[in-house]
Nanobody, 125 residues
Framework: VQLQASGGGLVQAGGSLRLSCTFS????????VAWFRQAPGMERSFVAG????????QYADSVKGRFTISRDNARNLMYLQMNNLGPEDTAVYFC???????????????????WGLGTQVTVSS
């Protein structure tokens, strides 16, 4: 499975962006998908995830109420709607997918076998 993230760019604080992740093949409900981000000099961190089968969503505390993850299995797509962006959201954003992710590991980058190249999001103050 190949993933490709897109939709990043430069936006002013308070603005919005929608990231997309395209899958090379159809991922059914048995797959978990997630977004991670990595700021300069920082480790990759969890942003949002959608768990397989259960359909449960999980968000990092820092983005709750501002970001929304969604998936369109029929179109092999996943989205991250980001609202009220701040400079602290500046990072490279990565999409990830895995077929064996358990709910308790949804936020763990090591749980995902497939990763896309990142897309840069820069928020100016």
């Amino acid at each position: 499975v190949q993933l490709q993230a897109s939709g990043g760019g430069l936006v002013q604080a308070g603005g919005s962006l929608r990231l997309s992740c395209t899958f090379s093949e159809r991922l059914g409900s048995s797959w978990s998908v997630a977004w991670f981000r990595q700021a300069p000099g920082m480790e990759r961190s969890f942003v949002a995830g959608s768990h397989r089968n259960s359909g449960r969503f999980q968000y990092a505390d820092s983005v709750k109420g501002r970001f929304t993850i969604s998936r369109d299995n029929a179109r092999n797509l996943m989205y991250l709607q980001m609202n009220n962006l701040g400079p602290e959201d500046t990072a490279v954003y990565f999409c990830a997918a895995g077929s064996t992710v358990i709910l308790s590991s949804l936020a763990s980058h090591s749980a995902y076998a497939y990763w896309g190249l990142g897309t840069q999001v820069t928020v100016s103050s």
